[in-house]
């Protein structure tokens, strides 16, 4: 992970296990369930906690930890590394901890992963969140879009 500057703190990625679906479903639904209800009508508790124990079994999930700090995770990442990709399937902040730099410094360790793998970065974000301008500040592009998501890229 690049060095942040010196007003972010220092993060740990800590990978995630079934114990953590509790902590991941309250990141989830801290950070998410306004868009997803926007987006569709509605939040789908049953469907979301599905989603995770799915995730916890097949994917790269890390919760994001503030280190010298004694708080529970702040964030949370899950990456699928595939061959010809590296693809973004989430990032959640918790609210009190957005805009201080955590999310750049993760999302930018992983453009650092795909750079030096020379492959493209993967994302898709909601059309209800704002999140889509922090990407293409970040160097994401859209390259396509259906009619809930917007689907970015990064290419080295």
């Known amino acids: 992970m690049s060095l942040p500057s010196p007003n972010v ?4 990625l800590l990978p995630a296990v079934a114990a953590d679906s509790e902590c ?3 990141l989830m639904d801290e950070t998410m369930r306004g868009h997803v209800e926007a ?7 049953a469907a979301m906690r599905q989603f995770l ?3 916890l079994r097949g994917r790269g999930v ?4 503030l280190l010298a700090r004694d708080l529970p995770p702040v964030g949370a ?8 990709q590296v693809r973004l399937e989430q990032l959640f902040i918790a609210p009190a901890f957005q805009r201080r730099g955590i999310g750049t410094m993760v999302l930018r360790s992983l453009l650092d992963e795909a750079r030096a793998q020379q492959v493209p970065l993967h994302l898709s974000v909601l059309k209800t969140h704002p999140g889509r ?7 994401l592009r859209v390259v396509d879009e259906t009619p809930e998501r917007y689907v970015l890229e990064w290419r080295p």
Do not use: C, D, F, K
């Open 62 to 65: 890390w919760l994001i930890r």
């Open 133 to 139: 301008a922090w990407y293409e500040r970040l160097g």
């Open 39 to 45: 987006t569709w009508g509605h939040w789908n508790e």
């Open 77 to 84: 990442l899950m990456v699928s590394r595939l061959p010809r």
């Open 9 to 12: 703190p220092l993060v740990a």
């Open 24 to 26: 991941l479903y309250g």
């Open 53 to 55: 124990r799915s995730a």
